[in-house]
Structure formats: C-alpha cells, structure tokens
C-alpha cells in the first residue's frame, strides 16, 4: 500500500476511457484518499456512479480551471477535510477542435491563448494554492504528449501547449523543490481516449504505433496509471522536473 495515509486530488477526470481514471484507479487500489475534481454539474451524476467502483469513495467538489476562485474553494474545501495534501494529479488539456486539424499556421491568436491557457497555465494555477496544504512535501503529477517535441500530424497547437507544460514543470520543479514538492510529467503513447476519437486518422495512427513500438504494442491505461502510482509515491523520491515517457518505447525509434 504504497499510498496509505495520503491525501491526493485528481483534475481532469471525464469518463471511463481518461487517463485519470486509470490513475485514479491505481492511488485508490495504494490505498489514497482522494478528491476528484468535474468542470460542470452536469458531469456530476455520471462520475458519481463512475466512483462507486472504488473501494473508498472520493470527495467530489466541482472545478473550473479558468476560474482561479473555484480552485482556491477545492483547497478551502480539502483543509477543512483533510489534515494535509500530499500529491496532485493534473490529466487536462484543451484546443479547439479546429485547431487540431489542417496547418498549424491557421491557428488563431484565441485558439492559441485558449490551448495554453487550459492545458498549460492551468498546472501552475493549481500548484501555486496547494503549496501550502503540502506540509509534508508532496508529488505534482502532470501529463504530456510526444507531440511537443516532435511534429505529430493534427497535434498542432497542442504541441506547442505539451511544450510550454513541460517547461512548466522544469522551471515548477526549481521552485517547490524547497519545500520537498516534486513535480513531473508522464507522457503516455496513444490511448483510445475521449481526447483522441474524432481525431482524423486516429485510429490508423494508433495501429501503426502498436506495430512499431519497441515492446509491439500500444500503451494500456494500467500502464499509465502504475506510473503515475510511483510518481505520486515516495518510490520516486528522487525524480522531479522530469518527463518520463510511458510508450511501449515508441518515442526511442527514428
Ligand atoms: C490529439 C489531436 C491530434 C492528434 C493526436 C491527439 N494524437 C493523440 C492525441 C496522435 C494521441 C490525444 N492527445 C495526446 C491530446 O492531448 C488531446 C488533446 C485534445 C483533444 C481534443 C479533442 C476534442 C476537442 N478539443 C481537444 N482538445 C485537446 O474539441
């Protein structure tokens, strides 16, 4: 029970198929108590049955990103619950969806601020309030994508936001290092995501990945979420500002 006697937060939860769900998942099965963040009411339902799958049930608070006065209440909310915050997991990104199709030299200066704003300045919005709930150290989760240190067909803007998300949690991890917070990116190959369907050949991309990816396969949900359990965990208390590829080994090959 790696995670016994923690306190953890999970932002970007949607359906079933999120990455977060396979994270939330693996804390919960090391014994986290967690806090589960929804962006509007009317995800609540849903995700409330989701949770139930759980064998501890998690504190669900509602979350808008963009709104720095929603994230100060889910703190507000965990001190009164809690005695502590011991790590965060941050699995959000937006673009438009237009933005992720055709030339990347189409993309609006709005299309632009909006992919940076929520899937990059929104790590630190939520990092900056926790410092202080973190009282005994703690683990800041994030997640990337090879795209943002190579060209990937229709990743586009959201290379560029996976760019400056990294960087984040380089310049992030200098900071909090400190006060004993470690912070690092995972970044997972393809999976089958809500995220990723509807995405123009997506499906084609996928295969070809599973067939050339070192280990002939494409990454499980379990495997993201194992790695984001050692992340979380004192098993990695020397790793921060680091971007650990879960992948099969895809990005190693030329
Ligand atoms: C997304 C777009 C293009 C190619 C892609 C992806 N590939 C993968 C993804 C190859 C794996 C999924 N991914 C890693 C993302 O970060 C997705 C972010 C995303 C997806 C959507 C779809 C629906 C929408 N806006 C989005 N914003 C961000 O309207």
Not at 211 to 239: M, Y
Request: hydrophobic content about 40%.
């Amino acid at each position: 029970m790696l995670l016994n006697g923690k306190v953890g937060i999970v932002y970007g939860l949607a359906n079933r198929h999120s990455l977060a769900w396979h994270i939330t998942k693996a804390l919960s099965a090391a014994g986290a108590r967690l806090v589960i963040t929804y962006q509007h009411e009317r995800f609540a339902p849903k995700l409330k049955k989701l949770l139930e799958n759980l064998n501890s049930t998690p504190l669900m608070l509602p979350c808008d990103l963009t709104d720095d006065a929603q994230i100060e209440n889910v703190y507000k909310q965990i001190k009164k619950e809690f005695p502590r915050l011991d790590f965060i997991v941050h699995s959000v990104a937006y673009a438009n969806k237009e933005d992720l199709m055709g030339q990347f030299v189409e993309t609006s200066r709005e299309g632009f601020n909006l992919a940076l704003e929520t899937s990059a300045y929104s790590l630190i919005a939520v990092t900056r309030p926790a410092i202080p709930l973190m009282t005994d150290g703690g683990s800041i989760v994030t997640l990337s994508y090879l795209g943002s240190q190579r060209v990937i067909p229709n990743y586009n803007v959201m290379g560029v936001a996976k760019s400056a998300l990294e960087s984040s949690v380089r310049y992030l991890a200098h900071d909090l290092g400190e006060q004993g917070i470690r912070i690092n990116a995972l970044s997972p190959g393809p999976v089958n995501t809500l995220s990723a369907r509807g995405i123009k050949g997506f499906t084609g991309f996928l295969h070809h990945v599973g067939e050339n990816a070192p280990l002939r396969r494409n990454t499980e949900g379990s495997d993201v979420g194992n790695a984001a359990l050692f992340l979380a965990s004192d098993l990695s208390k020397g790793i921060t500002g680091e971007t650990i590829f879960v992948d099969a080994g895809y990005h190693t090959k030329g």
